[in-house]
């Protein structure tokens, strides 16, 4: 029998961060992926992927379980009552049977709190799209995992063939967990001592380093230590107004449209200036939140971000969130997308070296004794959030159905729109989500993005590759 991996018993900090914020539904990390099939699975043979999926990578099996008195992060501990049933469901698509259906649907989904009494994730496989096509609208709380361990779970979950390969025994589910009050509280305690008394360890051990380095090197021991403390204020900083004089409004309502872009085409772009993808990328959609903005004839001269990066390692399990958020301010204003995309370039790669980073869930444990109002405030104020995913680039298949194309929807928290890049294959799928009381209309928003990512691909000599596939039918 395989074996079952051993998940981490509780939340990294980080993600407890962001489990108390959802207080405010507006602060939910619930993120919906909408994969399009050329065809609907088979779904035994979907129903068998997922059952194993369920047995062997964790967290999905597993709730959450707040730990008496905050004493530690909240828990997981494996569902006794899971049901596959209630995550993994068969409906047909809803009119019109379009992508622009399925959206809705998964808007809808999306803006739909989970159970939190069971594992939270939720297959809904919807069949009978115009030209024989189907759709998964996968919803999945940020804490399971983030972007690139999404990647690898989506690698173990589809195959590289339409017929599927010879599967291996079923793994051994994991051992459900009853926890009375008492057990929680006193598997708590164990938890907290064991992280005090491993702190204290690493600090004395630490602490002897540090000495003897800061002995042989005082000066860069004092400035590396400023720094260090610097970035953390940054990092931290209190944020009380919000730069676009336009998307100030916010709302529950969220709304879900895509873009596609040539991988290749956006990838030459990039290179003509000397850039990476994710400079093409930021340069598109900072270029298209001023055209939204002159619109309205409304200025926009810097607009804030919230980038995620990631901090996975290669040995990092499937499971659980890797990645930390920062905070900073972009050039949108810019009109030379050259020199904007340069100018996005430096800040990503100064957000990407801040010496904060290595103490995220540190600095995380800080923010989780603060009310968790006072920081959402805070969030309430970034313009835009953008991410961008490496994909997968070989075709891929589940229950014999082929991946047409696939999008991932962020959630704002707090943000005006969250705009997320995931590759697959030779396309870039742009999912793009709007706080309706942000954007009130989305179609301006993604004309002035089409408009912003064609200004790139100019840049490489390609013109109009840019498609809107909801407006495709």
Not at 2 to 7: H, I, L, W
Not at 46 to 53: C, I, N, Q, S
Not at 419 to 425: A, G, K, M, P, R
């Given at each position: 029998m395989?074996?079952?991996?051993?998940?981490a018993t509780y939340m990294e900090e980080s993600d407890a961060f962001s489990w108390h914020m959802e207080r405010d539904p507006l602060l939910r990390s619930t993120v919906v992926i909408v994969l399009v099939f050329d065809r609907s699975p088979d779904f035994a043979l979907?129903?068998?992927?997922?059952?194993?999926?369920s047995r062997s990578i964790p967290g999905l099996r597993h709730k959450v379980v707040e730990t008496p008195f905050r004493l530690a992060p909240p828990r997981w501990t494996v569902d006794p009552d899971f049901d596959l049933s209630w995550h993994?469901?068969?409906?047909?698509?809803?009119?019109p049977r379009t992508l622009s259906g399925v959206l809705d649907l998964a808007r809808i989904i999306g803006m739909a709190g989970f159970d939190r009494a069971r594992p939270m994730w939720e297959w809904t496989v919807a069949e009978g799209l115009e030209g024989g096509e189907a759709a998964v609208v996968l919803k999945l709380h940020h804490?399971?995992?983030d972007g690139i361990g999404g990647m690898r779970l989506a690698a173990s979950l589809f195959d590289l063939d339409r017929e599927p390969a010879d599967l291996e025994v079923m793994p051994v589910a994991p051992e459900p967990e009853d926890l009375s009050p008492v057990d929680l509280l006193t598997d708590t305690l164990q938890y907290s001592w064991r992280r005090l008394s491993g702190f204290a360890r690493q600090r004395t051990a630490s602490t002897l380093d540090d000495t003897w380095h800061a002995i042989r090197h005082p000066v860069d021991t004092a400035g590396n230590a400023f720094q260090t403390l610097r970035s953390v204020a940054k990092t931290v900083r209190p944020v009380t107004d919000t730069l676009s004089p336009l998307m100030t409004e916010r709302r529950l309502g969220w709304h879900y449209e895509v873009l596609d872009v040539p991988t290749d085409d956006l990838k030459r772009a990039a290179n003509a200036v000397g850039g990476t993808l994710n400079d093409a990328f930021l340069g598109g959609v900072t270029g298209g939140l001023r055209r939204y903005h002159d619109r309205h004839e409304a200025s926009c001269k810097d607009l804030r971000v919230t980038l995620p990066i990631s901090i996975r390692h290669a040995e990092d399990p499937v499971g659980g969130n890797r990645i930390t958020l920062m905070r900073f301010t972009i050039p949108a204003g810019i009109l030379d997308p050259v020199e904007r995309m340069r100018a996005v370039h430096e800040l990503t790669s100064e957000a990407r070296a801040e010496p904060s980073i290595p103490h995220t869930n540190a600095i995380a444990r800080a923010l989780n004794l603060l009310p968790s109002g006072l920081v959402g405030e805070m969030l309430k104020h970034v313009d835009f959030v953008a991410s961008n995913i490496p994909g997968l680039m070989m075709p891929l298949y589940i229950g014999r159905a082929r991946l047409e194309r696939f999008y991932a929807f962020g959630p704002t928290l707090g943000a005006a729109v969250n705009?997320?890049?995931?590759?697959?294959?030779d396309s870039c799928g742009i999912g793009v989500n709007t706080d309706v009381g942000a954007v009130p209309?989305?179609?301006?928003?993604?004309?002035?993005?089409?408009?912003?990512?064609e200004e790139i691909l100019d840049l490489g000599g390609t013109h109009g590759a840019v498609v809107l596939p909801t407006r495709a039918f």
């Open positions: 395989a074996m079952v991996e051993q998940p979907l129903r068998d992927k997922v059952e194993r999926a993994l469901r068969q409906i047909e698509a809803p009119h804490s399971l995992t705009i997320t890049l995931l590759s697959y294959c209309d989305p179609q301006v928003l993604m004309d002035c993005l089409r408009e912003g990512f």
